[in-house]
């Protein structure tokens, strides 16, 4: 099947430095993929580059077999890419339901928005809950849900999940996970940067680990979780 996403030799930095030093990834139909490292690596520029926040310098972002790199963001999350980025970056004052509206604010299709609502709150029943709330009073974890949420609000075709998993207590983090599951069942495919990277290799189909800006090793998840020096350097082993 061909790719959905294909990043190819893709190079971008800040300023004079250069942090990706030609990226190459993809993600299939149906593909959990996940994307470990170590800090600093260059994982949430990767998923910047994907959806239009880091421009590169060389290299190119395929979607759906067209060119997205030079696309303005909002462009490409009606293409059916959609961000959960690291820190959650939810806004604050606004209510739950608002941060929910504005994941859709690409949208004309009101039923479909309101059918996507419904979605979201029944995968993240706590934020029905919390529907009238300020965003900046949830907790930790229920920000993090409200971020995943927001994001499926744009109804991505491949959601871009960066660290879901950071700073939260291990039951909301299994949560977290139970519904990426249920999304990529569900036909959604899913590129997720993770420091808990047992946890993602075991929820993921394929891998890619990255090392100061490149990519070292790409396999099967099942392969890496086996690998000596993924199980060294990365699983704490
Ligand atoms: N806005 C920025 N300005 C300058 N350097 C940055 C910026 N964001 C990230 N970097 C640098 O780029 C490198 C990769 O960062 P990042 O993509 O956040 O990695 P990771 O997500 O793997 O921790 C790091 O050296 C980081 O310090
Ligand atoms: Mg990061």
Redesign the pocket.
């Known amino acids: 099947m061909p790719a959905l996403l294909e990043m190819q030799e893709f190079y971008a ?3 004079p ?1 250069e ?1 990706l030093k030609g990226i190459s990834i993809e993600v299939r139909p149906g593909e959990i993929v996940a994307l470990i ?10 998923l ?1 580059g994907i959806s239009g926040c880091l421009r590169p310098r060389r290299g190119r972002v395929l979607w759906e077999s067209q060119e997205i790199q030079q696309l303005p963001a909002h462009e490409i999350v009606r293409r059916g890419i959609c961000h959960s980025p ?1 820190g959650r970056k939810i806004f604050p004052r606004l209510t739950v339901l608002e941060n929910l509206q504005m994941g859709a604010f690409s949208r004309r299709d009101r039923a479909g928005i309101e059918r996507d609502l419904v979605h979201a709150f029944e995968l993240f029943p706590i934020l029905a809950e919390r529907r009238t709330q300020a965003g900046g009073t949830l907790s930790g974890g229920e920000q993090q849900m409200l971020s995943v949420a927001r994001a499926l609000m744009g109804r991505p075709k491949l959601l871009l999940l ?1 660290e879901p998993s950071l700073g939260l207590a291990p039951m909301i983090v299994v949560k977290i996970f139970d519904v990426v599951r249920k999304l990529n069942q569900e036909g959604m495919a899913i590129l997720l ?1 993770e420091q808990a990277a047992r946890m993602a290799l075991k929820l993921a189909h394929r891998g890619y680990v ?1 090392e100061i ?1 490149q990519i070292t090793m790409v396999d099967k998840a099942a392969a890496l979780l086996t690998d000596k020096r993924v199980q060294d350097a990365y699983l704490g082993e």
């Open positions: 930095g800040y300023g430095i942090v490292g170590a800090n600093g690596a260059g994982k949430t520029s990767t910047m690291e960066d940067v990255m800006g």
